[in-house]
């Protein structure tokens, strides 16, 4: 019976013991590899995806601060001795709303299409200031009329000339934040253009730096962008931008549709691999380097800048020649004319954050400040999530003289801040944790894994220990019982191997019996001297029965 108890108990600990460390080394060695195929499996953007509805319409809105430069002495504009004076003012806070439009999925090459389209609120308590403030900022219209003349011949240079004077076309305009931003303002000299020029030479009927972008979907142009489907390390990048694999504003690689959208970024972030956004605005794709790692509600995330590598055309990083569209001027500005229409427009980082020296000598008011002015993400490394995004750009204007325009023949070369915009997205704490939960199960199981191979090895090594234990238990036991029939046992058995010691002594030449006496004390407690019985002192030298005599320091063994 205790037989059959005892081989239970071996079976059902060896075979608990045989799945514990099976299951713990199945989740350590292969678990890892099994969550990233989940993790991939959940990022890919498909219908019903846990990110697609938040794809369709984030779940929060967007805020997007606009702060305008009034230029305070547009007079002295061909005086050179005198720099323009510009004054901030702002921020004019907007809410945004945006939302996908004509989504269409395409699996031969997994990718989808949209467009975007955005509602804007002026947010009246976030904003220093009211859209019926009045600025005074430059005449765009005038600058890209005597723009468009630079290479034409005399006659029509005059010609502008005359439409300017004709028109009362001044060198600056003095309009609302309101007209300057959403709402527009008529201008004469646009609406004659209109009549004179081919439409999609002059697309608007009214001036205005967003003029037409609310509730609108057609500004910012059609996106194809990959989903990720069949290859993760696809999924947000640009596919096609207005129906074309790349933008007919720049040659050469700058004309790629580099990065991503802006929503999606491959999973697996590098330090030494940059990440790249398509913006529309600027027609072409930003690279941000890496930056230094962060902490964002408690998740570790890789910040990515832009850095003068992003704003170069050519000046110091020689591959990005082809983004000067033929203006060679210092690092620090992109030439974007082509893609506003041929107007002198130039974006830089706000305050010519990181620009060269340059363009902050040309005016006065600008007080550049990484805090305010740096464009940054900061990505969740392993799944590529957004968690902080600061989307800052500045808007130039660049002013220069032309000999047969009379408004601009004896102005000085310039390049004229007139805006910049901030759209800074910082994830819910409560999103970001959902993350942080998801991010923490392999370690979790990892744990688990450990825990289980642990008590797994113990369950195995269970019985031979017990084993082990209980002989030791038992020869200690017998050791020290005052059993003289057990005691005999111990004292034949050690002085046996006494006898055996001494013989080996003695063939190596080697004495003794003080060397069986010292073997004897270790392996036997000396009992405790009983008194003699009476037969003991009536036969004091009768011999024992079965037991060896052991007298005073010298071992004589008796041989019956």
Same mark, same amino acid.
């Given at each position: 019976?205790?037989?059959?108890?005892?081989?239970?108990?071996?079976?059902?600990?060896?075979?608990?013991?045989?799945?514990?460390?099976?299951?713990?080394?199945?989740?350590?060695?292969?678990?890892?590899?099994?969550?990233?195929?989940?993790?991939?499996?959940?990022?890919?953007?498909?219908?019903?995806?846990?990110?697609?509805?938040?794809?369709?319409?984030?779940?929060?809105?967007?805020?997007?601060?606009?702060?305008?430069?009034?230029?305070?002495?547009?007079?002295?504009?061909?005086?050179?001795?005198?720099?323009?004076?510009?004054?901030?003012?702002?921020?004019?806070?907007?809410?945004?709303?945006?939302?996908?439009?004509?989504?269409?999925?395409?699996?031969?090459?997994?990718?989808?299409?949209?467009?975007?389209?955005?509602?804007?609120?002026?947010?009246?308590?976030?904003?220093?200031?009211?859209?019926?403030?009045?600025?005074?900022?430059?005449?765009?219209?005038?600058?890209?009329?005597?723009?468009?003349?630079?290479?034409?011949?005399?006659?029509?240079?005059?010609?502008?000339?005359?439409?300017?004077?004709?028109?009362?076309?001044?060198?600056?305009?003095?309009?609302?934040?309101?007209?300057?931003?959403?709402?527009?303002?008529?201008?004469?000299?646009?609406?004659?253009?209109?009549?004179?020029?081919?439409?999609?030479?002059?697309?608007?009927?009214?001036?205005?730096?967003?003029?037409?972008?609310?509730?609108?979907?057609?500004?910012?142009?059609?996106?194809?962008?990959?989903?990720?489907?069949?290859?993760?390390?696809?999924?947000?990048?640009?596919?096609?931008?207005?129906?074309?694999?790349?933008?007919?504003?720049?040659?050469?690689?700058?004309?790629?549709?580099?990065?991503?959208?802006?929503?999606?970024?491959?999973?697996?972030?590098s330090k030494e691999r940059p990440v790249e956004l398509f913006t529309p605005d600027m027609c072409r794709s930003l690279p941000?380097?890496?930056?230094?790692?962060?902490?964002?509600?408690?998740?570790?995330?890789?910040?990515?800048?832009?850095?003068?590598?992003?704003?170069?055309?050519?000046?110091?990083?020689?591959?990005?020649?082809?983004?000067?569209?033929?203006?060679?001027?210092?690092?620090?500005?992109?030439?974007?004319?082509?893609?506003?229409?041929?107007?002198?427009?130039?974006?830089?980082?706000?305050?010519?954050?990181?620009?060269?020296?340059?363009?902050?000598?040309?005016?006065?008011? #600008? &007080?550049?400040? $990484?805090?305010?002015?740096?464009?940054?993400?900061?990505?969740?490394? %392993? !799944? /590529?999530?957004?968690?902080? *995004?600061?989307?800052?750009?500045?808007?130039?204007?660049?002013?220069?003289?032309?000999?047969?325009?009379?408004?601009?023949?004896?102005?000085?070369?310039?390049?004229?801040?007139?805006?910049?915009?901030?759209?800074?997205?910082?994830?819910?704490?409560?999103?970001?944790?959902?993350?942080?939960?998801?991010?923490?199960?392999?370690?979790?199981?990892?744990?688990?894994?450990?825990?289980?191979?642990?008590?797994?090895?113990?369950?195995?090594?269970?019985?031979?220990?017990?084993?082990?234990?209980?002989?030791?238990?038992?020869?200690?036991?017998?050791?020290?019982?005052?059993?003289?029939?057990?005691?005999?046992?111990?004292?034949?058995?050690? #002085? &046996?191997?006494? $006898?055996?010691?001494?013989?080996?002594?003695?063939?190596?030449?080697? %004495? !003794? /019996?003080?060397?069986?006496? *010292?073997?004897?004390?270790?392996?036997?407690?000396?009992?405790?001297?009983?008194?003699?019985?009476?037969?003991?002192?009536?036969?004091?030298?009768?011999?024992?029965?079965?037991?060896?005599?052991?007298?005073?320091?010298?071992?004589?063994?008796?041989?019956?």
């Amino acid at each position: 019976m205790l037989a059959k108890e005892f081989c239970n108990r071996r079976c059902i600990l060896t075979s608990a013991g045989l799945l514990l460390v099976a299951s713990g080394t199945f989740f350590i060695l292969f678990f890892p590899a099994i969550f990233q195929d989940i993790l991939h499996e959940e990022l890919k953007l498909r219908p019903g995806s846990r990110g697609y509805d938040a794809w369709v319409s984030p779940p929060f809105p967007l805020a997007m601060d606009v702060y305008f430069f009034n230029w305070t002495n547009p007079e002295d504009i061909t005086n050179h001795s005198t720099k323009p004076i510009l004054e901030e003012l702002g921020p004019y806070r907007f809410i945004e709303h945006p939302t996908k439009v004509d989504i269409a999925w395409h699996d031969a090459n997994a990718t989808v299409s949209y467009r975007k389209k955005s509602l804007f609120y002026f947010d009246e308590e976030g904003s220093n200031g009211s859209l019926d403030d009045v600025i005074s900022s430059i005449n765009i219209v005038a600058v890209s009329a005597a723009k468009r003349s630079k290479y034409w011949g005399y006659i029509k240079q005059k010609g502008v000339s005359m439409g300017l004077n004709l028109y009362d076309q001044k060198i600056n305009v003095v309009k609302t934040a309101g007209e300057l931003l959403f709402d527009g303002y008529e201008d004469n000299m646009v609406l004659m253009g209109k009549h004179m020029f081919d439409a999609s030479e002059i697309p608007f009927d009214r001036v205005g730096w967003f003029y037409t972008r609310n509730n609108s979907a057609d500004l910012i142009g059609h996106y194809n962008v990959h989903t990720g489907v069949e290859d993760i390390a696809m999924i947000g990048k640009m596919g096609e931008w207005n129906y074309k694999p790349r933008t007919d504003f720049f040659e050469g690689t700058c004309g790629m549709l580099n990065g991503s959208a802006g929503e999606f970024y491959p999973p697996g972030l590098s330090k030494e691999r940059p990440v790249e956004l398509f913006t529309p605005d600027m027609c072409r794709s930003l690279p941000l380097d890496f930056e230094e790692e962060v902490t964002i509600h408690g998740l570790k995330a890789y910040k990515y800048s832009g850095d003068r590598r992003a704003i170069d055309n050519g000046t110091m990083f020689p591959e990005t020649a082809c983004f000067s569209a033929g203006e060679i001027v210092p690092s620090g500005v992109l030439n974007i004319s082509s893609c506003r229409f041929g107007t002198p427009v130039f974006v830089s980082f706000p305050h010519y954050y990181g620009a060269d020296p340059f363009y902050l000598d040309q005016v006065e008011g #600008l &007080t550049p400040n $990484k805090e305010k002015h740096q464009f940054y993400m900061a990505l969740e490394p %392993t !799944t /590529a999530v957004p968690l902080d *995004v600061a989307a800052r750009l500045q808007l130039n204007i660049m002013i220069e003289p032309y000999e047969h325009v009379n408004l601009f023949a004896d102005v000085k070369r310039v390049f004229l801040p007139v805006l910049w915009f901030e759209q800074h997205v910082l994830m819910p704490a409560e999103l970001a944790g959902e993350i942080g939960q998801a991010l923490t199960v392999p370690s979790i199981v990892r744990l688990c894994g450990i825990v289980m191979l642990v008590f797994g090895l113990m369950m195995l090594l269970w019985v031979p220990l017990e084993r082990m234990f209980t002989r030791r238990r038992r020869v200690a036991g017998t050791i020290g019982s005052k059993d003289p029939a057990a005691l005999n046992g111990v004292r034949s058995f050690a #002085l &046996t191997s006494e $006898k055996g010691m001494l013989t080996s002594s003695e063939k190596n030449g080697k %004495t !003794t /019996a003080a060397t069986a006496i *010292v073997l004897v004390d270790k392996l036997l407690e000396k009992p405790e001297k009983q008194p003699p019985s009476d037969s003991q002192r009536q036969s004091p030298t009768s011999e024992p029965e079965s037991a060896p005599l052991i007298d005073g320091r010298n071992a004589t063994i008796v041989k019956s």
